[in-house]
């Protein structure tokens, strides 16, 4: 056998604002960084394709709409100078490796082995220490009908936006809480797009609570930003049902309708929205210690405060470590960096500590306003274990709460052990849209706290790969043949 | 912009876009049915999380179009229930 190339300082896996800021930092202080992305450009999905509509005010000769308008704002600039930022590391830096359109499928944590798929083509990659920066998703809403064509997610829809400046045809609605429903329904009001209704699940008596824990004052820039969106969605026609409960979406092989507790309305889009959680596919993969999140209803690795998980090699920055924000991800990802370059022996403690000084305030702002956030948009009961045992919960095969239900009432302890009786969880995407709604249901049916019922451990390939790339050669630019 | 075929219908999107923001602008019906009940889907999330625009794409079955960046002449085909063996 011939030695493989030499192993990379740091693996960063995802290029959304903590990865970036990683790679950034970890250059800098001379590490040798291969950054992996599944998307095209980097941004992650909070400033997807932001690139496209920079410095472009005049908007786009090429009819490409990332230049969009309705996407300007502060936000914008400030992923865009990011991107820039990270684009100027890569071209000034032979020792950042940037990999877009790279899937992880399989790490290896101890022997500190990526293995990745690009374009079809199976890859591997060696790294002394790794960095997961995967983010977030949203929160799975298991409404009855939520599987019609026609029903979408927000981000979805912001996503559809950002890359293909596409909105919905005629009326259409979002669903759900959180400060992302009021940013999407100014910016596709402002793209042109139909009668829009926004239908507020938020439960009475929310504000009260959130203002009482707090953090208000050091976030009201924040909240300022949000009381303004808030006024310029209703002056562009918004109309805004509060307090909605028992939301189902109607039709027979596509969405016509959506109804709730005292209403109705015609549609042919319904973009759903419970807020996000951290994206733990891999880290529960890897069998990390995670720790239940009684405020954001999650499960998050267990870190340090420099994002070091139970795994002595492996790190988690930004969302996927738990919920904060791009600002809060920027900054946990450059306390990443100096932690590896510590634990490598590039930097000491004391120089460690004092770099970190920048990144632990800018966290602190970031974090502010959070525990106002999440007591305000705090999911309901019936966003986490659908009451209707009709729902179909595990979209993939179909397997709805009832029967999940059922299956605990026969001895089904958790999510793993519903997924042998039930199939939910073994479909294409691996339990990522039902394993905490399972888990919700079966610590409903055995009254236990949800954390009792764990989690669902998902197995590589963490995405598909084809048994034709596993058979192919190993692309790896710096490994001579021979 | 780029064309690309939907099934057999020529669309246009834009540069950079993905396989599944062609298809929800392509106004098919649905770019899968599901293997166990028939049920037709379009793309849910558009991040790589539901799988639920699995689509055949130049030739390749069950590839996540959401994640695929369309190109000139790309063929995006629509899955039926149960792929064959």
């Given at each position: 056998?011939?030695?493989?190339?030499?192993?990379?300082?740091?693996a960063?896996?995802?290029a959304g604002?903590?990865?970036?800021?990683?790679a950034?930092?970890?250059?800098?202080?001379?590490?040798?960084?291969?950054?992996?992305?599944?998307?095209?450009?980097?941004?992650?999905?909070?400033?997807?394709?932001?690139?496209?509509?920079?410095?472009?005010?005049?908007?786009?000769?090429?009819?490409?709409?990332?230049?969009?308008p309705?996407?300007a704002?502060?936000?914008?600039?400030?992923?865009?100078?990011?991107?820039?930022?990270?684009?100027?590391?890569?071209?000034?830096?032979?020792?950042?490796?940037?990999?877009?359109?790279?899937?992880?499928?399989?790490?290896?944590a101890?022997?500190?082995?990526?293995?990745?798929?690009?374009?079809?083509?199976?890859?591997?990659?060696?790294?002394?220490?790794?960095?997961?920066?995967t983010?977030?998703?949203?929160?799975?809403?298991?409404?009855p009908?939520?599987?019609?064509?026609?029903?979408?997610?927000?981000?979805?829809?912001?996503?559809?936006?950002?890359t293909?400046?596409?909105?919905?045809?005629?009326?259409?609605?979002?669903?759900?809480?959180?400060?992302?429903?009021?940013?999407?329904?100014?910016q596709?009001?402002?793209?042109?797009?139909?009668?829009?209704?926004?239908?507020?699940?938020?439960?009475?008596?929310?504000?009260?609570?959130?203002?009482?824990?707090?953090?208000?004052w050091?976030?009201?820039?924040?909240?300022?930003?949000?009381v303004?969106?808030?006024?310029?969605?209703?002056?562009?026609?918004?109309?805004?049902v509060?307090?909605?409960?028992?939301?189902?979406?109607?039709?027979?092989s596509?969405?016509r309708?959506?109804?709730?507790?005292?209403?109705?309305?015609?549609?042919?889009?319904?973009?759903?929205h419970?807020?996000?959680?951290?994206?733990?596919?891999?880290t529960?993969?890897?069998?990390?210690a995670?720790?239940?999140?009684?405020?954001q209803?999650?499960?998050?690795p267990?870190?340090?405060?420099?994002?070091?998980?139970?795994?002595?090699a492996?790190?988690?920055?930004g969302d996927?470590?738990?919920?904060g924000?791009?600002?809060?991800?920027?900054?946990?990802?450059?306390?990443?960096?100096?932690?590896?370059?510590?634990?490598?022996?590039r930097?000491?403690?004391?120089?460690?500590?004092?770099?970190?000084?920048?990144?632990?305030?800018?966290?602190?702002?970031?974090?502010?306003?959070?525990?106002?956030?999440?007591?305000l948009?705090?999911?309901?009961?019936?966003?986490?274990?659908?009451?209707?045992?009709?729902?179909?919960?595990c979209?993939?095969?179909?397997?709805?709460a009832?029967?999940?239900?059922?299956?605990?009432r026969?001895?089904?302890?958790?999510?793993?052990?519903?997924?042998a009786?039930l199939?939910?969880?073994?479909?294409?995407?691996?339990?990522?849209?039902?394993?905490?709604?399972?888990?919700a249901?079966?610590?409903?049916?055995?009254?236990?706290?949800?954390?009792?019922?764990g989690?669902?451990?998902?197995?590589?390939?963490?995405?598909?790969?084809?048994?034709g790339?596993?058979?192919?050669?190993?692309?790896?630019?710096?490994?001579?043949?021979? | 912009?780029?064309?690309?075929?939907?099934?057999?219908?020529?669309?246009?999107?834009?540069?950079?876009?993905?396989?599944?923001?062609?298809v929800?602008?392509s106004?098919?019906?649905?770019?899968?049915?599901?293997?166990?009940?028939?049920?037709?889907?379009?793309?849910y999330?558009?991040?790589?999380?539901?799988?639920?625009?699995?689509?055949?794409?130049?030739?390749?079955?069950n590839?996540?179009?959401c994640?695929?960046?369309?190109?000139?002449?790309?063929?995006?085909?629509?899955q039926?229930?149960v792929?064959?063996?």
């Amino acid at each position: 056998m011939t030695p493989g190339p030499a192993p990379r300082d740091l693996a960063i896996v995802g290029a959304g604002p903590a990865g970036m800021a990683a790679a950034v930092e970890a250059d800098a202080l001379g590490l040798s960084v291969v950054l992996i992305d599944e998307q095209p450009t980097p941004g992650g999905q909070v400033f997807r394709a932001v690139e496209a509509g920079a410095g472009d005010p005049a908007g786009d000769p090429a009819g490409d709409s990332a230049g969009d308008p309705a996407l300007a704002g502060e936000d914008r600039d400030s992923g865009a100078r990011l991107v820039a930022g990270l684009r100027a590391a890569i071209g000034a830096s032979a020792r950042l490796d940037y990999r877009p359109r790279t899937a992880l499928w399989h790490l290896d944590a101890d022997a500190g082995l990526l293995s990745t798929v690009t374009d079809g083509a199976a890859g591997e990659v060696a790294a002394r220490r790794v960095l997961l920066a995967t983010g977030a998703q949203e929160r799975p809403v298991p409404i009855p009908g939520w599987t019609l064509p026609g029903v979408l997610t927000a981000g979805a829809a912001q996503i559809l936006l950002k890359t293909a400046g596409a909105v919905p045809e005629g009326a259409a609605a979002i669903a759900g809480q959180g400060p992302l429903c009021w940013l999407l329904a100014v910016q596709l009001l402002r793209a042109g797009a139909g009668p829009l209704t926004l239908l507020e699940t938020s439960s009475g008596g929310a504000l009260p609570r959130a203002l009482r824990a707090g953090g208000l004052w050091s976030g009201r820039a924040a909240l300022r930003k949000g009381v303004s969106l808030m006024r310029e969605a209703r002056a562009r026609g918004l109309r805004v049902v509060p307090g909605v409960r028992g939301l189902r979406a109607g039709g027979d092989s596509r969405l016509r309708r959506v109804a709730w507790e005292g209403g109705t309305l015609e549609c042919g889009t319904l973009l759903l929205h419970e807020g996000v959680i951290p994206s733990t596919h891999v880290t529960r993969a890897l069998g990390l210690a995670h720790e239940w999140d009684a405020g954001q209803f999650c499960w998050r690795p267990r870190l340090d405060a420099w994002g070091a998980t139970s795994h002595p090699a492996i790190a988690v920055a930004g969302d996927g470590g738990g919920i904060g924000g791009w600002e809060a991800a920027v900054a946990a990802g450059r306390l990443a960096a100096l932690d590896a370059a510590y634990r490598l022996g590039r930097l000491d403690a004391a120089a460690r500590d004092a770099r970190a000084a920048p990144p632990r305030a800018a966290l602190r702002r970031a974090l502010a306003l959070r525990p106002f956030l999440d007591r305000l948009y705090a999911p309901s009961p019936a966003v986490l274990a659908p009451p209707d045992d009709a729902t179909v919960v595990c979209r993939c095969e179909e397997v709805t709460a009832g029967q999940v239900r059922a299956a605990a009432r026969l001895g089904a302890t958790g999510p793993n052990q519903v997924k042998a009786f039930l199939r939910a969880g073994m479909g294409p995407c691996q339990g990522r849209l039902c394993g905490t709604t399972v888990a919700a249901l079966v610590a409903g049916a055995r009254g236990i706290p949800v954390p009792a019922a764990g989690v669902l451990r998902p197995r590589a390939p963490y995405r598909p790969v084809t048994v034709g790339a596993l058979a192919g050669p190993l692309p790896e630019a710096d490994d001579p043949i021979g | 912009m780029v064309e690309v075929l939907v099934g057999d219908r020529p669309v246009l999107v834009p540069a950079g876009a993905s396989a599944a923001a062609a298809v929800l602008l392509s106004d098919l019906p649905a770019i899968r049915t599901t293997p166990v009940s028939g049920a037709p889907r379009l793309p849910y999330c558009m991040m790589g999380v539901c799988f639920d625009c699995l689509a055949e794409i130049d030739g390749v079955p069950n590839r996540q179009a959401c994640m695929v960046t369309v190109a000139p002449g790309m063929r995006i085909a629509p899955q039926r229930g149960v792929r064959a063996a």
